[in-house]
């Protein structure tokens, strides 16, 4: 694999799955597989859990690893081409993501989306970017659109935490109190069409996702009906698509709450993390046997590792 950006770049998904099951099994079997070779992981946005996940996969197969916080560490990159650079950016994404190549054997890259034009977002403007000028294989870290290694992670949770062969996974939409990305359920939603699974997607009415990501899913703004008899429920808050990036007026009784799983009674709780309690999702959920949401956090090692793996095996 020389990139790693959606579900698209997987040659075989229950493979990788499969792979990256196994290594949690043996974290080290092939600990000499990157010997010797740098992994640069570049964050122009916060992060917990990708960037120590990421770390650690790398570290797990014997790979050099460095962590770039470029939005609080690195010079001001300026972004877009054709500017006059008299302002506050000192430096170009195309000398920066072109220096880094020279340090590095695979790039991790995590660039949210500015939720402003949806058409520079969806062209993953800086993403691209930073794929064309370093010249080595990239990872995606969580780009404008998608979150792939959260949903790798999300797809192992379900394989291994299922407990029939065709589970039904609910997303359902969560309130917040800011616009956020529709990355984690756009790549969430293509994973599971991808999957071995019923899913469905429950949202009030104004929050449907771009049609590219939700094709094979089934669509409700009825929650209650979408949780009944679910095996997986996953909560995350995303702003709407279309008026772009904002939030509409009401749905705050969308929170997920333990009386609203009565319809569902052996469904667990899974969730991307950070989460906001009791604002996107309950804390008495949080704090019960049916959220899986640090099992599922645990799990981010795995995936990155898995894809990691089949990288370094490419070079
Ligand atoms: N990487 C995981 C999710 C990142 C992001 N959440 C956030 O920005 C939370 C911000 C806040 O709660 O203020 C999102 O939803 O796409
Ligand atoms: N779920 C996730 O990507 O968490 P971080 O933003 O903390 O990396």
Not at 240 to 257: C, Q, R, S, V
Not at 260 to 283: F, G, N, Q, Y
């Amino acid at each position: 694999m020389k990139l790693f950006t959606s579900v698209n770049d997987v040659s075989d998904v229950q493979q990788l799955v499969a792979e990256a099951l196994q290594l949690k099994q043996n974290p080290f079997a092939h600990k000499h597989l990157g010997e010797n070779k740098t992994l640069c992981l570049v964050f122009l946005n916060p992060s917990l859990r990708t960037r120590i996940s990421t770390q650690k996969a790398g570290q797990n197969l014997g790979m050099n690893v460095i962590v770039l916080n470029i939005d609080k560490e690195g010079w001001a990159l300026e972004l877009q081409d054709g500017v006059i650079m008299n302002g506050t950016t000192v430096e170009h994404i195309r000398e920066a993501a072109g220096v880094m190549g020279e340090y590095s054997d695979i790039i991790g890259v995590r660039s949210f989306p500015g939720l402003k034009n949806r058409e520079e977002d969806y062209s993953e403007m800086i993403f691209n970017k930073f794929v064309e000028f370093c010249k080595v294989p990239v990872v995606s870290l969580e780009s404008a659109t998608r979150h792939p290694l959260q949903s790798l992670a999300d797809l192992v949770t379900i394989e291994e935490l299922k407990t029939n062969d065709r589970p039904k996974v609910v997303l359902t939409w969560a309130p917040h109190i800011k616009p956020l990305p529709q990355a984690v359920p756009n790549s969430f939603a293509e994973w599971m069409c991808k999957g071995d699974v019923d899913f469905v997607i429950a949202q009030p009415a104004g929050y449907e996702l771009s049609k590219e990501f939700t094709n094979g899913a089934t669509i409700t703004h009825n929650q209650d009906e979408a949780i009944k008899d679910a095996d997986f429920i996953y909560v995350k808050n995303w702003s709407a698509y279309e008026p772009y990036g904002k939030i509409l007026p009401g749905n705050e009784d969308w929170m997920l709450t333990l009386d609203k799983l009565k319809e569902a009674p052996t469904a667990k709780v899974m969730h991307c993390l950070p989460v906001r309690r009791d604002l996107e999702l309950s804390s008495e959920i949080l704090d019960s046997d049916r959220s899986v949401v640090i099992h599922e956090a645990g799990n981010r090692v795995w995936a990155a590792q898995a894809v990691l793996k089949q990288m370094l095996e490419a070079l």
